[in-house]
Nanobody, 122 residues
């Protein structure tokens, strides 16, 4: 089983950038497809992006395509979410997630981190 710990959240102004990190421990990191989700107050958790086990394929939902970039470093057992051109509506708790299935582009992830808060001020 994999354990996930997110970091890098914080307060940023509209138009700013943040890079989230998610460090994994446990089984071989490269065995997992990885994803990023977010949940804003009063809203359902939203799937944002996924990355394949090797890191050569990625998926984004339309609302973040062109602004967010998911990447991974299997040697460091870490997945990243680079977020640019942030908007107030990006304010949420951001979660990384993992699954052993290869379908990095679907939202059915099995293992979750505790989340990191991102707040974008207007």
């Amino acid at each position: 089983q994999v354990q996930l710990v997110e970091s890098g959240g914080g307060l940023v102004q509209t138009g700013g950038s943040l890079r989230l990190s998610c460090a994994a421990s446990g089984r071989t990191f490269s065995s997992y497809a990885m994803g990023w989700f977010r949940q804003a107050p009063g809203k359902e958790r939203q799937f944002l992006a996924g990355i394949s086990r090797s890191g050569d394929m990625t998926y984004y939902v339309d609302s973040v395509k062109g602004r967010f970039t998911i990447s991974r470093d299997n040697a460091k057992k870490t997945v990243y979410l680079q977020m640019n051109s942030l908007k107030p509506e990006d304010t949420a708790v951001y979660y990384c997630a993992a699954k052993t299935r290869s379908t990095y582009y679907t939202s059915d992830y099995d293992y979750w981190g505790q989340g990191t808060q991102v707040t974008v001020s207007s």
